[in-house]
């Protein structure tokens, strides 16, 4: 490791004076590498040794081990994370229901823990300013099978603007001049420079002059920062409260941390097992009670308030109630029509992408058994059909006439309820969703996205190709095992082929087939003929050596 800068030494002799020793020699230990499972322990085990105390599902690695290299990485089960870059979220605390946005959020570390903690429900907006890191942030979520985030990338100026007041809690995981990371990264002790802390400080405060407008009256802000220096930490927590009387430090505490003073809590390396990280929460003045229990005591979902306008209507014009869809759309294949549609007869209908409705919106509330329930039928016995059932050949002519088209785009979304209903979350609402030729299930307390720069609006379900549907790679990845009829268990080896992108020979029934690991999802396969066809995305391939 690169020798730490002199002017770095002298502000850290001044903060911590006798610590000052303990700390320096701290830094040059090994750094506190941990993860979060996120399906489960098993997958996880191999590789752990202990809890992080401040973090509820955060887990210490065993020395030596490489779990980054594993199957299991690849299909989602975890995310690795230093233990102190668990602080934030555990501090922020955000609840199912809620609506949160993580604004500086690349590659994702702190949104896929806001996402466990929010369970699938409510609408988490994960953000971030640059394009590159913000696609890498939308692939983590799809690994690890998140279901309810929205992935933008978008200044937090042009954010503010557009969402006034909206969110019940923002996470602002700022730039920063990074000292907490000089243990693990020669790279941040070279680029550090004596300005730097003023630098990023400047910068800190544009965020949070956003962040601030984003808040709702009596909701909460996290400023989070992994550097150890005053300026960037309790300076830009000074700063910030002077210029918004409307903001208060709002205490917490944490296991293995204590208490937050002022609400401010750090992570020194000398004092905890964990590299460097600080933490502020502050709350906005003003009523709690316009919260998620409020917004669904006054009868409203967010879907309905921020619908495009079009009144959710289904394929006919009418209104799509609350809790009419999933039965007639599950329990059997039917066509736009509402008659039976069997298996195999899809060879004289027109192609599937044929006249979608681009952007059309439909609400989607609990299911037939009630709101909030689950479908009664298995969702396993209607995916794979629909699958199986949607056209898939060009129009048959019969005495020089085409056959008439079918609406394409209701049995999308048919299809599209079906791979809903399958989805491991809580019955929680989701918003179908037409963008191009893809259906999306977007959080249904979504907002209107409409003119920014979205990396992904939700979770990716299907594609409409020229002559067929495909299902989306993120769905494989949000469903578990036995929510497809048709899946394929592989072997460590198989699975390690399946990643690089090999067909597999194997006998089964003929059709999409949901392709696992260890109970971990790894994409689609199509069974065809003796062989299992690989449909991993090209660019997520791999070849893993673990
Ligand atoms: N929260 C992330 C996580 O847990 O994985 C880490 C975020 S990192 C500390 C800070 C992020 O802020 C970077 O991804 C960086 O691209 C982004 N950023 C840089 N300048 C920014 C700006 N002016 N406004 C908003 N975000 C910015």
């Not at 039965?327 to 059997?332: M, P, Q």
């Amino acid at each position: 490791m690169p020798e730490l800068k002199t002017a770095f030494i002298a502000n850290m002799r001044a903060l911590l004076g006798e610590e000052a020793g303990a700390f320096f020699r701290a830094l040059e230990e090994a750094p506190s590498l941990a993860l979060r499972p996120h399906q489960g322990m098993e997958a996880a085990a191999p590789f752990i040794e202990g809890a992080v105390p401040w973090a509820e599902g955060g887990f210490y690695l065993r020395p030596g081990a490489r779990p980054g290299a594993s199957v299991a990485h690849w299909a989602g089960a975890f995310y690795l994370q230093e233990a102190s870059a668990m602080l934030p979220a555990a501090a922020l605390q955000a609840k199912p229901g809620e609506r949160v946005l993580d604004l500086c959020a690349a590659p994702g570390g702190k949104s896929s823990q806001l996402a466990l903690a929010m369970g699938g429900e409510g609408v988490l907006i994960a953000n971030e300013v640059d394009a590159a890191r913000a696609r890498v942030l939308a692939a983590n979520l799809e690994r690890l099978g998140v279901t309810n985030a929205v992935v933008l990338n978008e200044t937090p100026a042009r954010l503010a603007a557009r969402w006034p007041g909206y969110f019940d809690a923002v996470l602002v995981d700022a730039p920063c001049s990074g000292e907490g990371m000089f243990r693990r990264e020669a790279q941040s002790r070279e680029a550090w420079t004596d300005a730097a802390p003023r630098g990023c400080a400047k910068r800190q405060a544009e965020i949070l002059e956003a962040a601030a407008k984003l808040v709702r009256p009596g909701g909460r802000l996290l400023y989070s920062t992994c550097t150890f220096n005053d300026v960037e930490n309790e300076g830009s927590v000074a700063n910030f409260l002077q210029d918004h009387a409307d903001f208060a430090p709002e205490e917490f505490a944490l296991p293995g941390l204590g208490a937050s003073r002022g609400g401010m809590l750090r992570i020194w390396p000398q004092r905890a097992r964990g590299d460097g990280q600080f933490a502020a929460l502050l709350r906005r003045a003003g009523s709690a009670g316009d919260g998620p229990e409020a917004r669904a005591g006054a009868g409203l979902t967010a879907g309905e308030v921020f619908a495009r306008g079009d009144g959710g209507g289904e394929a006919a014009g009418r209104p799509f109630a609350r809790g009419d869809g999933e039965k007639r759309a599950c329990d059997g294949a039917v066509d736009a029509a509402g008659r039976p549609f069997a298996r195999g007869d899809g060879a004289e209908q027109a192609p599937a992408g044929a006249g979608l409705d681009a952007g059309e919106v439909f609400a989607r509330g609990g299911g037939a058994d009630g709101p909030g329930s689950r479908p009664s039928v298995h969702p396993a016995a209607s995916i794979d059909m629909w699958l199986d059932a949607l056209p898939k050949a060009r129009p048959a002519r019969r005495a020089g006439k085409t056959a008439p088209a079918p609406d394409a785009a209701a049995l999308l979304r048919a299809l599209g309820e079906c791979a809903v209903a399958a989805l491991p979350v809580s019955p929680q609402s989701a918003r179908l969703h037409l963008e191009g030729r893809r259906l999306i299930a977007a959080p249904l307390d979504a907002p209107e996205l409409d003119g920014l720069r979205v990396v992904s609006p939700g979770l990716a379900l299907l594609r409409a190709e020229t002559a067929r549907v495909e299902p989306e790679h993120a769905l494989a990845m949000a469903l578990l095992p036995g929510m497809a009829r048709r899946a394929a268990a592989l072997t460590e080896e198989e699975a390690l082929a399946f990643i690089a992108g090999e067909a597999l020979p194997r006998e089964g029934e003929a059709g999409w087939t949901l392709v696992t690991h260890a109970g971990l999802p790894l994409g689609w396969g199509k069974q065809a003929g003796g062989m299992l066809k690989n449909h991993v995305p090209k660019g997520l391939r791999a070849r893993l050596h673990p």
